[in-house]
């Protein structure tokens, strides 16, 4: 796959919930509790994303931004929407960002574009699938409830596609004018699940407390980024110590490499569960608006 060693540990992480989301869903199976096979058609999207992402799908050009800081810096990866493309060569001209800003940024546009890429994927299987319910000449029982499970995934849809728009905005607003120095949160997915929440049908006590909790995961993600970028580091050294042949050395870095992936693949798993169990739970609330 020529993935980097931060990669590799975020595909050990993506699949460790991908197992522990298809084993649940076994027993919900066994109990006969999704007989309209919504979960598990999730569940296959769910894989066909985490496909699509590493380059597993057998695409040449289906892989998602593989960015290696150390090693290729930022220049090596695309954007693949002209929009996209001429805001960040703004922002990296316009002198009001710091190097630590442009990396933050640059984060935001990596986290847009996989945005855009699974909202494609989500709007390929819901064509698909009503392609197969127009195609249908008796109507049944079973229809309805595959009828309603097109409406689910409209809601999805237009759930995601108003994360792009707000995502979007807040990109221009950024490129242009900088960054705003008393934001309350940095991280883009936090960022995005904060401007979610305000328009879900939470509570004014409802909102406080996630706000709290969203502190709590940025904090959370920054320890994983820190652990992400010592994990390249040391893979670099290894690398050159692998060069140089010193056995002792090399035993040495070898022990450090697995310690730090060790404690990345776990981190990235606890980022990724707690960031699905927060999407959950204001899709709930934004579903019920709708109601």
């Given amino acids: 796959l020529h993935l980097s060693a931060v990669k590799l540990a975020e595909l050990h992480s993506d699949l460790k ?8 869903w076994k027993k919900l199976k066994a109990e006969g509790l999704d007989e309209d096979g919504e979960k598990e058609a999730k569940l296959r999207r769910n894989l066909n ?21 150390i090693k290729d810096g930022m220049e090596s990866d695309t954007l693949d929407d002209p ?18 800003e442009l990396d933050k940024l640059w984060r935001e546009f990596k986290h847009h574009k996989e945005k855009i890429h699974e909202y494609n994927i989500l709007l390929e299987t819901v064509s698909r699938t009503e392609d197969i319910h127009k195609n249908v000449i008796n109507p049944s029982e079973d229809n309805l409830v595959k009828e309603e499970i097109l409406h689910s995934k409209h809601r999805e849809l237009k759930d995601k596609l108003r994360s792009i728009n707000q995502g979007f ?19 883009p997915r936090v960022i995005d699940l904060w401007d979610m929440a305000k328009s879900a049908n939470f509570t004014e006590k409802e909102l406080e407390s996630f706000r709290e909790e969203l502190k709590h995961f940025e904090a959370k993600i920054e320890k994983h980024h820190h652990y992400q970028k010592q994990l390249e580091i040391s893979h670099q050294k290894l690398k050159h110590v692998e060069e140089t042949g010193d056995k002792d050395h090399l035993n040495r870095k070898k022990e450090k490499y697995a310690m730090l992936e060790e ?29």
Wanted: aromatic fraction near 8%; avoid cysteine; hydrophobic fraction near 25%.
């Fill in 263 to 291: 404690k990345t693949k776990e981190l990235g798993y606890k980022v990724k569960k707690h960031l699905q169990d927060l999407s959950s739970r204001i899709s709930q609330g934004l579903q019920h608006n709708e109601l």
């Fill in 169 to 187: 905005e807040r990109l221009r607003k950024v490129s242009h004018q900088g960054y705003d120095t008393t934001s309350e949160f940095e991280e």
């Fill in 83 to 100: 929009r996209l493309e001429k805001l960040w060569s703004k922002a990296k001209t316009s002198g009001k960002f710091s190097d630590e």
């Fill in 17 to 24: 919930i991908q197992e522990k989301d298809e084993l649940s």
């Fill in 49 to 69: 994303v985490i496909m699509t992402k590493y380059g597993m799908n057998g695409r040449k050009d289906s892989q998602l931004v593989d960015t290696n800081y």
